[in-house]
T-cell receptor, first 115, second 112 residues
Framework: LAKTTQPISMDSYEGQEVNITCSHNNIATNDYITWYQQFPSQGPRFIIQGYKTKVTNEVASLFIPADRKSSTLSLPRVSLSDTAVYYCLVGDRLHYGGSQGNLIFGKGTKLSVKP | EAQVTQNPRYLITVTGKKLTVTCSQNMNHEYMSWYRQDPGLGLRQIYYSMNVEVTDKGDVPEGYKVSRKEKRNFPLILESPSPNQTSLYFC???????????FGQGTRLTVV
């Protein structure tokens, strides 16, 4: 199971683009990269998932370089409501979309957006 | 509406008094799990289940029990709660090959 490393915290201002990078040097061939968002006292919420290159949805973009040893979650033009903890997870999608044994959360990155 | 429902949302109990936190999902998901969240420690997995009658320990299983008699339900049992089990608990579910896991609203437990 690939271990991930993220910054503990980040600060930003409203309207800025925020990039949170996650390192996963031991990522396996079958592993996908997934990001979750968690607001205080709420359960985590799925944001985005990718395998390689770039994935974009209505909330965020996920950039994955060719060696896949890291990934960057990009939040465009953040607002105060984006203040949350962001978790990067790496796991085998076949099992881990399923196998909760692989759904391991670390401490995440606490993003604070200021006015 | 697809959801994971936990009950109760808040609970204050005394040391040693057995309690059960219920978790139910309406998405016919195979996989369910329990997490606890404590300040500075992130989310830690307690137990997980890959299907009915199939459960396994997560990172912090001591002091907890689970059962999976039906696909939709995955209760968390504290046979003899202690103050160090005071925490915020989350239940989650996901389906075979699904991209994402769905989380419940959380249960804030205080053991005095």
């Amino acid at each position: 199971l690939a271990k991930t490393t993220q910054p503990i915290s980040m600060d930003s201002y409203e309207g800025q683009e925020v990039n949170i990078t996650c390192s996963h040097n031991n990522i396996a061939t079958n592993d996908y990269i997934t990001w979750y968002q968690q607001f205080p006292s709420q359960g985590p919420r799925f944001i985005i998932q990718g395998y390689k290159t770039k994935v974009t949805n209505e909330v965020a973009s996920l950039f994955i370089p060719a060696d896949r040893k890291s990934s960057t979650l990009s939040l465009p033009r953040v607002s105060l409501s984006d203040t949350a903890v962001y978790y990067c997870l790496v796991g085998d999608r076949l099992h881990y979309g399923g196998s909760q044994g692989n759904l391991i959360f670390g401490k995440g990155t606490k993003l604070s957006v200021k006015p | 509406e697809a959801q994971v429902t936990q009950n109760p949302r808040y609970l204050i109990t005394v040391t040693g008094k057995k309690l059960t936190v219920t978790c139910s999902q309406n998405m016919n998901h195979e996989y369910m799990s329990w997490y606890r969240q404590d300040p500075g420690l992130g989310l830690r997995q307690i137990y997980y289940s890959m299907n009915v009658e199939v459960t396994d320990k997560g990172d912090v299983p001591e002091g907890y029990k689970v059962s999976r008699k039906e696909k939709r339900n995955f209760p968390l049992i504290l046979e003899s709660p202690s103050p160090n089990q005071t925490s915020l608990y989350f239940c989650a579910s996901s389906g075979q090959g699904n991209t994402e896991a769905f989380f419940g609203q959380g249960t804030r437990l205080t053991v005095v």
